[in-house]
């Protein structure tokens, strides 16, 4: 059994920017939603994934914004696009998909709970998260679960983490709090880059292993003292950013691996949300002989 666990808020996002827009009846923008559609439908019906959850930002905050005022919000986030979240989640439903909505904690909260969970599980031989997002990388192990672009076209097991990033799965979380997440709103310690922060973190594992006195360092980079220094003056703000940066793996999900098996869409709701939304093309989309739920 191959588990497909895709990242909906990230899927939403790339069709409403990259698929052709459209219009409801009622005049909303619903090509994020379609686009979405069309995506999912994809996944089954052309990359031949057969059990499948989808984890979405019901709401985009979370208990990270009470950790840290300048973690990410929807300042920004067109209102088209924040007015299609529930009607994504609505489209991911229809088409049969087992689907997470996060409020307290994100989606790649729910996507980092499941495969921590289910790489476990005896029926699973590989866990494949659907989702170009760097902060997921720490989830990967070995080749049991692995990140999937699906824009791109590439997967990532524990090699090619180790190749981009330098460093193992379970040093991304302090190499996002060295290096800064701009995507998240972690602003990083200053002076530390992403090479210096690879450097460091293959020697030492993690940020707060680092020895405040560069001559005890286990690696050499230029500008260690500035470096050294300025890690000294922010390890307050080093262990918040890893905290914000660590991806919870306490999610309280309900299902188990053969729960995610894609059965068919609920074809009566894909058609009525799709005359919702104006589209009679995405039900005969659905692959021949498809069970409807």
Known sequence: MQLHLVDGTYELFRAHFGAPAATAPDGRQVGGTLGLGRSLLSLVRTEGATHVAVAFDHVIESFRNALFAGYKDGTGVAPELLAQFETAERMARALGFVVWPMVEFEADDALATAAARFAAAA?????????????????VQGERVVLRDRRRRTTSGEAAVRERFGIAPASIPDWLALVGDA????????????????????AHGRADRIPDDPAQWSFSVRGAPGLAASLRQHRGELELYRTLATLRTDVPLSERPEDLEWRGARRADLEALCAELGDDELPARLPAGSRER
């Open 123 to 139: 029926p699973v031989e590989r866990v494949v998260v659907c989702s170009p997002d760097k902060d997921l990388a720490q989830c």
């Open 183 to 202: 995507a998240d709103g972690i602003p990083g310690i200053p002076r530390w880059g992403e090479r210096a922060a690879s450097l460091a973190l293959a």
